[in-house]
């Protein structure tokens, strides 16, 4: 129920060993990439992927049932059948208003 962030590895400048020899390694031009590559990006996401799915009717939901009668000791009960096959998800979708990415190390507003 929360916002799903980036699995990769990111720069955020705090991030290391804490000694101080290290910074004249290898890994410390790996972080330099990261670093110019980063000041490329944005931090608005115009995109997202959809939740919603279509069924065999062309119908759009994020969950489809389908009613089923059961019979048990004589008597008749209807229940409800979650469908799982044969949905097709709406893909990629366009949001109306950009969002703030949730890996994007920035302060905002400081207090």
């Known amino acids: 129920m929360g916002g799903s962030g980036s699995k990769s590895k990111g720069y955020w400048p705090f991030s290391g060993s804490g000694s101080g020899e290290d910074s004249t390694k290898d890994g410390n031009e ?10 490329n990006a944005t931090p608005f996401v115009f995109t997202r992927r959809s939740s919603l799915y279509f069924d065999e009717d062309g119908d759009l ?8 009668i059961v019979t048990k000791n004589g008597r008749k009960k209807a229940k409800l059948k979650r469908i799982q096959k ?26």
Not at 61 to 68: D, K, R
């Open 86 to 111: 044969n949905l097709i998800p709406q893909g990629i979708i366009k949001l109306d208003h950009p969002c703030i990415h949730v890996d994007f190390p920035v302060v905002l507003c400081e207090v």
């Open 61 to 68: 939901a994020h969950e489809f049932y389908e009613e089923t």
């Open 30 to 39: 790996q972080s330099l990439a990261r670093l110019r590559s980063f000041q």
